[in-house]
């Protein structure tokens, strides 16, 4: 399984921008793993805000963040990132970057396997 290690979490005021980062390690290939964003509120279920899912290329956001965040991956380096900007206070939660597998053809697959630690983005009104 990846190690995932997440950055760039803080406090902001609503309508500022945040970028997080995950670097991953301990795979063989970078090309091996699909690496996803998630959020966790206390006393909520767990929520997906992008993941590259599927096929290569295509990323899937959250209704609630679309047109705000963006995500991207760079196999080469192992690395994933969540630019947020127009943050609401809603987006208060902490962030998890995940990791599951991904095959020969480029296609994501199987359940979110590996997690980081989190980080705390917090978003004052």
């Known amino acids: 399984q990846a190690q995932l290690a997440e950055s760039g979490g803080g406090s902001v005021q609503a309508g500022g921008s945040l970028r997080l980062s995950c670097a991953a390690s301990?795979?063989?290939?970078?090309?091996?793993?699909?690496m996803g964003w998630f959020r966790q509120v206390p006393g909520k279920e767990r929520e997906k805000v992008a993941s590259?899912?599927?096929?290569?290329?295509?990323?899937s956001y959250a209704d609630s963040v679309k047109g705000r965040f963006t995500f991207s991956q760079d196999n080469a380096k192992g690395t994933a990132s969540l630019q947020m900007n127009s943050l609401k206070p809603e987006d208060t939660a902490m962030y998890y970057c995940?990791?599951?597998?991904?095959?020969?053809?480029?296609?994501?697959?199987?359940?979110?396997?590996?997690w980081g630690q989190g980080t705390q983005v917090t978003v004052s009104s």
């Open positions: 590259q899912d599927t096929a290569l290329g295509y990323i």
């Open positions: 301990g795979v063989e290939r970078y090309t091996s793993i699909c």
């Open positions: 995940a990791a599951r597998p991904r095959n020969v053809y480029g296609v994501c697959y199987g359940n979110y396997e590996s």
